[in-house]
């Protein structure tokens, strides 16, 4: 595909529920960001990946954020027992000079 | 850490310029401006680099202050399109494919008839 694609787009979770959001990157990108963007804010660093390898997960809210890159292409980001704070938008963006955001997937968690 | 924007907010009529701000801390590598509209991604518009290298939207301009950390986004000759949070990302790093960005709180723009 042309651009960073996600799914799903939108993802409505009782608390407690466990999620998982997918990342297609740009083909040929290496470096792969998760972001979570709560209303009216900037993008947050979650985690970054280089290939398959998780280089910084220092963004990561608590352990029951856990993301992987198992073939260094797809990404995917599972929280677990989801908690109301956790409601926001998970942007995934890859890079090559510089970062090409995917459409994001707006999570609410009931 | 977190870049400081300004204005939050502004609002222009068509054909208006405005320039958005973004300063930082810390010491800069590279500078990324990017737009969102309601509901959907941010959009790349320019990246500036240490040095003085620039690469972007044909219609923007931006500079990048190295001395003191900051760059700035020139919109001149305002379209209704141009209407979205405008946010700067702060790179640290030169390594070759990284980039990891920290980014402002973001520069509500709204251009009316």
């Known amino acids: 595909g042309a651009g960073v694609s996600q799914s799903p787009r939108y993802k409505v979770a009782k608390r407690g529920q466990d999620v998982a959001l997918r990342c297609d990157p740009i083909?040929?990108?290496?470096?792969l960001f998760w972001y979570q963007q709560a209303l009216g804010q900037g993008p947050e660093f979650l985690t970054y990946?280089?290939?398959?390898?998780?280089?910084?997960k220092s963004g990561l809210p608590s352990d029951r954020f856990f993301a992987e890159r198992p073939e260094g292409s797809v990404s995917t980001l599972k929280i677990q027992r989801t908690q109301q704070e956790d409601s926001a938008v998970y942007l995934c963006?890859?890079?090559?000079?510089?970062?090409?955001f995917g459409p994001g997937t707006r999570l609410l968690v009931l | 850490q977190q870049p400081v924007q300004s204005p939050q907010a502004v609002i222009l009529r068509e054909g208006e310029d405005a320039v958005i701000n973004c300063s930082s801390s810390?010491?800069?590598?590279?500078v990324h401006w990017y737009r969102q509209k309601h509901g959907e991604a941010p959009v790349f518009l320019m990246i500036?680099?240490?040095?003085?290298e620039q690469k972007g939207h044909d219609k923007i301009s931006a500079s990048f202050n190295e001395k003191k950390q900051q760059s700035s986004l020139y919109l001149t000759a305002s379209q209704l399109s141009y209407s979205g949070t405008y946010f700067c990302?702060?790179?640290?790093?030169?390594?070759?494919?990284?980039?990891?960005?920290?980014f402002g709180k973001g520069t509500k723009l709204s251009v009316i008839p």
């Open positions: 083909s040929g990108h290496v470096s």
């Open positions: 500036l680099l240490k040095g003085g």
């Open positions: 963006a890859s890079s090559s000079e510089t970062q090409y």
């Open positions: 990302g702060t790179g640290l790093d030169s390594g070759a494919g990284s980039y990891q960005l920290t």
């Open positions: 990946f280089q290939n398959e390898a998780q280089l910084d």
């Open positions: 810390k010491a800069l590598y590279s």
